[in-house]
Nanobody
Framework: QVQLVESGGGLVQAGGSLRLSCAASGSIFSISAMGWYRQNSGKQRDLVARIDSGTSTNYADSVKGRFTISRDIAKNTVYLQMNSLKLEDTGVYYC???????????????WGQGTQVTVSS
């Protein structure tokens, strides 16, 4: 199995910055994509940023130019640098990893427990 541990959320003023981290561990054979999703109460979980096994990235339009996703392959860790934060960036951020374990035949999607990001005025 694959476990994800997220860190870096918190309370920040508008215009500030935060950096989220998500470390994957367990019997990981291979990781393809890693990404971050955001969810607010009563709403669906939306993609914020995603990076594949190479260097290809994609971002939600609302965060382009402000957020940067990166990954450390050796550490099985994905980061989300969030700059120029806005009130609407508030939400629970979930890490997502698409990985294949040593015991699995297929790639599966794994989710972190979520970390709260609150942007205040």
């Amino acid at each position: 199995q694959v476990q994800l541990v997220e860190s870096g959320g918190g309370l920040v003023q508008a215009g500030g910055s935060l950096r989220l981290s998500c470390a994957a561990s367990g019997s990981i054979f291979s990781i393809s994509a890693m990404g971050w999703y955001r969810q607010n109460s009563g709403k669906q979980r939306d993609l914020v940023a995603r990076i594949d096994s190479g260097t290809s990235t994609n971002y939600a339009d609302s965060v382009k130019g402000r957020f940067t996703i990166s990954r450390d392959i050796a550490k099985n860790t994905v980061y989300l640098q969030m700059n120029s934060l806005k009130l609407e960036d508030t939400g629970v951020y979930y890490c997502n990893v698409v990985a294949k374990s040593y015991s699995g035949a297929l790639f599966s999607s794994y989710w972190g427990q979520g970390t709260q990001v609150t942007v205040s005025s």
